[in-house]
């Protein structure tokens, strides 16, 4: 993203990135942040006013699949960590809506983690494997849709560039810690795992944080399309 561009964000829950979007194209420029739960936008609008850009960066409530934004008007259509939450007939919808309101020329891109890719080093791997796949397969409507962007951005008109983005955390404090926690307890929740075998898994691996020994990394596949004529 440049100086003096517009962009739209498709989804963007708190507005973390909107004011990094905002500080990026400046006064010239112009953000919009799209959301559809009413308290996120909210909380939003408060993070623009505070960060000082709310003249030229502001927040609509709606879904991605319906936007209201005219036909090629916008230079950068992009959404983070939200299509992984959506079904397919929305996400095809939605990457339809992000070419349909970016320039000729303009840029759609999309960042999403592939769930798959979540690595934990643990002595247990056929636990630590069914946590990664508890994860994967029910905790998003797909947990593959990093892995699926190239093909979707193709299927939706683009020419896809993907990078990959490798999340590597070692503390205890860090965010994969903290998501080994959660799904953890999760997957007993669900009955994926028994409770027993969660208490163990959750003990060995904290363990081995305190003694500066946490090791897990997860991808994030970064898809970047130009609209064509
Ligand atoms: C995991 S959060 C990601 C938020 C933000 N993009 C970020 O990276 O921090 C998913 C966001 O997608 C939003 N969302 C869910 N369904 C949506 C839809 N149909 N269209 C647009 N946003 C949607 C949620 O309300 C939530 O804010």
New binding site residues.
């Given amino acids: 993203v440049e100086s003096g561009e517009s962009v739209v964000e498709?989804?963007?829950?708190t507005g973390?990135?909107l004011i990094e979007l905002a500080q990026t194209v400046g006064k010239k420029g112009r953000v919009l942040g799209?959301?559809?739960?009413p308290g996120?936008a909210i909380d939003a609008r408060r993070r623009i006013a505070s960060a000082g850009v709310g003249s030229f960066c502001s927040v609509i409530e709606e879904?991605?699949?319906a936007l209201s934004f005219d036909d090629e008007s916008v230079d950068v259509a992009l959404t983070?960590?939200?299509l992984t939450?959506?079904p397919i007939d929305?996400v095809h919808a939605?990457l339809a809506e992000m070419v349909r309101i970016t320039k000729l020329g303009g840029r759609v891109t999309a960042v999403e983690q592939d769930c798959d890719t979540w690595t934990i080093d643990h002595p247990d791997r056929s636990l630590t494997r069914a946590i990664v796949a508890f994860n994967n397969d029910e905790r998003s409507a797909d947990g593959w849709r990093g892995r699926q962007l190239p093909r979707l951005f193709t299927e939706a008109g683009l020419d896809a560039r993907a990078t990959i983005h490798t999340q590597v955390d070692t503390s205890r404090g860090s965010y994969l810690f903290a998501l080994c926690e959660r799904i953890v307890e999760a997957s007993a929740d669900a009955g994926a795992i028994k409770n027993q075998e969660a208490a163990s898994w959750l003990r060995t691996l904290t363990e081995q944080a305190e003694r500066g020994c946490f090791f897990s990394t997860i991808n994030y596949v970064i898809c970047v399309g130009t609209r064509g004529t």
Avoid: S
């Fill in positions: 498709v989804g963007c829950g973390a990135m799209v959301e559809p739960q996120l879904h991605g699949q983070q960590t939200v939450h959506l929305d939605t």
